[in-house]
């Protein structure tokens, strides 16, 4: 479209100076423009770089959105230095060094203004300028979205940043822009920036997602304020603060987050209420460093989909959690490390899988007038110098109310703890701890259980309905003999005897055994089980590697598979021989690569080769030991590379199998801790070269980057197999084999049926291979017994013919 003309009407104090006229260029009509007066648009093209320095008005024609083109070859398209009014116009940018609009100067306004452009900046406001920018929307894959610099302010109302190179809007410079009913999206940086001293950012009403990065930054003592907020489908975490940073989320949702929700360190302080925080991969609230500090009050944290506690707290940081709700979570608080503390009042926890609050390392934890139910473990402190209180509390409905172990020292008064499954409370392995006006009822196991001489204060507590008894006190070997024992003050029960200690007992007292669960590892530290006495077993005769590659050849497909392993195999066998004639053996590295989509038999033939290096002498025991990122990497600095090591360990003498291995070495790591587990396992694989072979496995694309930004995993790394996906005959294969087995036949026209919808079957992202050929034999099944169960006497055929109608529906 080619360049209009520009009709400017001119005011004036007086109605006879008001006259209109027509301009061939922008750059003329500006000119020749007063304060007040009004510039419209004709529409076009415009290669012109504007400069609005008079509080004038530059409008498109109405009713035609879209149809004015600012877009000049180079520079800033339009730049504002005046109180002037801006609407309706189309402005496009190719400056990769400069913004498409610039707002310098005084309080414009800006509407209905579409930006898209490839440059530093979409809209940037910086110095005195206060603009309001309403319904303006920018599409800026090359930059920021929105840039406000320098001292800045103004209001965004109901603006949209639809695509952003970097951050969608970035404030820094000691700006302090407000922003209302604004959507952020598509962003591959933040989808809200803030950083430096005195820079400041408020959002009400927006929502910010589909972020390649974190949805909220706040850094470098800026500080923040998020009212009716939504920040959700990010790649990292939700909200991160760090190094001086203040945050308030106020009615706020954090949700569909694959790391933390929110991470804050560095002395940051994050105030939030009425604000929920769901559907999480990491921590739901991840808090480090002395000084840091979090303080929630009537928030709800739940339906956790990864494997870390709700709530982490560390290396001196403090949290506070005040009239909240934390539930359908692996584990729902963790406090670790001197220094750290947690209070928490009048807060449900429930619905944990593991447990409740873990206090560890020296930290402290305080709950008053909390519900804890439905957990494996109530409460637990786990070590010396680890205490705190729990006052007025209740526990119910878990496998044991509270453990104490390994010198930790808390005070547990006037709580409750109803229908645990095991003990009420369990301490042990020197733990201490004083018990105050408690109750325990309806136990599985023993009201209060405690052993190992710890120095437990027990004072007017009562035990009901405990079904191997209410106390429990065992010998505690020397320190026993040393005089350490529990203190037992005006306890009863509901049991003849009451209470007595080991000093009262005649006879014996023989120590109930752990259950399994009861002193499972803490993400960070190491378990330290009672030492077992050794069970021998009947050594099974292992397989022949003839046997085993004769079933690695019956399994359907995976031809260029079984090649490479008979390959490999044929080498080691050689080589082998070689050796006992006295003859160099060449070198084989025996640590492999597996390539493929889900369901194509990786885990299976890593199984296999296993069995197959045993047979020939070159692996002790053959066994699989499959990991994945959540088994190696730990929470804090350490715990990693233990994690690691004791995987290595379980699979010393066999295959250690890291499933998804890429997830260690993710592109946007930052300070993950995966690269802590892949040095771990690269030294543990120098050093022990013979005791274990390696295994790493994933997507054929993702294992490509992980291999090439790791250069030292992949030169300890032969070969790589790659497993192609299985065809529609592969396919029907399966599903035959299933049938056999399952004692099921396909009636005729029934596997040229299957055929076809294998072949016709959507080969997306989700498709799984074996596993969906084994899914569609079980829907077969369901829909046969649905169609069979009304037949009133069926015959051996009914009961066991599928037919083509049997197979489930394309969706």
């Known amino acids: 479209m080619a360049q209009g003309t520009v009709q400017v009407t001119h005011t004036g104090t007086s109605r006879w100076r008001r006259r209109t006229g027509e301009y061939a260029s922008l750059a003329a009509a500006l000119e020749a423009a007063a304060d007040g007066d009004v510039l419209t648009v004709a529409p076009g093209t415009y290669r012109e770089n504007l400069v609005l320095q008079r509080a004038v008005t530059l409008r498109g024609p109405e009713g035609s959105p879209g149809s004015v083109r600012i877009a000049p070859a180079d520079g800033v398209p339009l730049t504002v230095r005046a109180s002037a009014v801006v609407q309706d116009l189309h402005v496009e940018g190719q400056d990769a060094a400069a913004p498409a609009v610039l707002v310098e100067e005084g309080t414009p306004e800006l509407r209905d203004v579409r930006i898209v452009t490839r440059s530093a900046a979409g809209i940037e406001v910086r110095g005195s300028a206060r603009p309001t920018v309403r319904r303006c929307a920018v599409d800026n894959p090359a930059g920021i979205g929105i840039a406000v610099l320098d001292g800045a302010g103004g209001v965004f109302e109901e603006c949209e940043v639809v695509a952003a190179g970097q951050a969608g ?277 023993y009201g209060f259980h405690v052993i190992d001489g710890s120095r437990t204060t027990l004072r007017k507590c009562r035990t009901e309905r405990c079904a191997r008894g209410g106390y429990e006190f065992a010998d505690g070997g020397a320190d026993a003999a040393s005089g350490a024992s529990p203190l037992v003050e005006d306890c009863t029960s509901d049991e003849s005897g009451g209470p007595r200690t080991p000093a009262a007992r005649e006879t014996a007292v023989q120590t109930a055994s752990h259950s399994p669960g009861l002193l499972g590892a803490v993400p960070g530290q190491r378990a330290e089980p009672e030492p077992l006495a050794p069970v021998a077993e009947p050594e099974q005769p292992g397989r022949s590697s003839k046997d085993v590659l004769g079933e690695l050849d019956a399994l359907v497909g995976l031809e260029s598979v079984k090649r490479e392993v008979r390959a490999l195999t044929d080498m080691i066998e050689v080589g082998r021989r070689r050796q006992e004639a006295g003859l ?53 600095i350490g715990s990693t590379a233990i994690r690691t090591q004791e995987a290595f360990e379980k699979a010393r003498g066999g295959v250690l199998f890291i499933d998804e291995a890429y997830a260690l070495s993710p592109e946007d790591g930052g300070r993950d801790f995966g690269k802590e587990a892949i040095d771990t396992l690269v030294k543990l694989m120098e050093d022990h070269r013979d005791a274990v072979v390696v295994i790493v496995a994933g997507y054929t694309a993702e294992m490509e980057r992980f291999l090439s930004v790791n250069p030292g995993v992949a030169s300890r790394f032969s070969r790589t197999i790659t497993f192609s996906d299985y065809g529609p005959d592969d396919l029907l294969r399966i599903v035959e084999q299933q049938a056999e087995e399952h004692e099921y036949r396909l009636a005729p026209g029934a596997a040229e049926a299957l055929r076809k919808y294998f072949t016709v079957l959507p080969k997306g992202p989700a498709f799984g291979n074996g596993r969906t050929a084994r899914q569609t034999f079980e829907a077969m099944v369901e829909r046969h017994a649905s169609r069979v169960a009304q037949v009133v006497e069926p015959s051996t055929d009914d009961l066991t013919l599928l037919y083509a109608e049997d197979l489930p529906e394309l969706l």
């Open 169 to 445: 809007v970035a404030v820094r410079g000691g700006a302090h822009p407000r922003l209302e009913r604004c959507r952020i999206h598509h962003t591959s940086g933040s989808g809200l920036s803030a950083t430096g001293e005195n820079s400041a950012l408020e959002a009400v009403g927006c929502e910010i997602y589909e972020v390649r990065g974190s949805g909220v930054q706040i850094t470098g003592r800026a500080t923040a304020h998020l009212t009716d907020c939504d920040v959700h489908r990010t790649t990292a975490d939700g909200v991160t603060l760090d190094t001086d940073a203040v945050l308030t989320l106020a009615d706020c949702r954090i949700h569909d987050i694959p790391e933390n929700a929110v991470d804050l360190r560095s002395r940051s302080v994050l105030t939030l209420t009425r604000t929920t925080v769901r559907q999480f991969g990491r921590n739901g609230l991840s808090v480090w460093d002395p000084g840091t500090r979090v303080d929630a009050n009537q928030c709800e944290i739940f339906d956790s989909t990864g494997d870390y506690p709700a709530v982490w707290v560390s290396d001196g940081a403090t949290a506070v959690l005040d009239s909240c709700r934390v539930h359908d979570v692996p584990d729902a608080l963790f406090v670790l490390d001197r220094g750290s503390r947690a209070d928490v009042v009048d807060t449900d926890l429930s619905q944990v899988r593991n447990t409740a609050v873990s206090v560890s390392d020296g930290a402290t934890a305080q709950l008053d007038d909390c519900r804890i139910r439905d957990a494996a473990t109530g409460a637990w402190f786990r070590d010396h110098g680890s205490g705190g209180t729990l006052s007025n509390c209740t526990v119910d409905g878990t496998q044991t109310g509270v453990i104490v172990t390994k010198g930790a020292d808390p005070t547990v008064e006037r709580c409750t703890i109803d229908s645990p499954a095991e003990a009420g409370v369990y301490v042990s392995a020197g733990g201490r701890g004083s018990f105050l006006n408690c109750r325990v009822t309806g136990s599985g196991g």
């Open 584 to 636: 160099k053996a060449a070198s084989v590295k025996r640590h492999l690569v597996f390539t493929g989509s889900p369901g194509t038999g990786k885990t299976t033939v890593a199984r296999l080769y296993g069995e197959i290096l045993a047979s020939l002498g070159v692996l002790e025991k053959g066994h699989l030991v499959e990991v994945s990122r959540v088994d190696l990497v730990g929470e804090h």
